[in-house]
């Protein structure tokens, strides 16, 4: 399979096909709000405003697997990432 032909669910629970970001550059990664490199969420704000008029799309997966580190609601980490990025 390819990417564009996989489907994810955002932060509201919608279903969101990836082939809509055909022809973008797209940065899939793996954040947590309690980790100790939550800083990352400022560089990817700044990687994001300094490249979206390129194309730059940033997929960011909350994920609580490693280490506990996004413990988490879905609304709570829409409202961490919305408050202070």
Avoid: W
């Avoid at 990417?3 to 279903?15: A, P, Q």
């Avoid at 899939?28 to 939550?38: H, K, P, Q, Y």
């Amino acid at each position: 399979m390819k990417l564009y032909e996989f489907s994810v669910k955002d932060i509201d629970g919608s279903e969101v096909d990836l082939g809509s970001y055909k022809g973008k550059v797209i940065l899939i990664v793996n954040v947590a709000s309690a980790c100790g490199f939550t800083p990352q969420y400022e560089g990817l704000q700044d990687l994001f405003e300094r490249y979206k008029d390129k194309g730059l799309e940033i997929l960011a997966f909350p994920c609580n697997q490693f280490g506990s580190q996004e413990p988490g609601s879905n609304d709570q980490i829409k409202t961490f990432c919305a408050d202070k990025y």
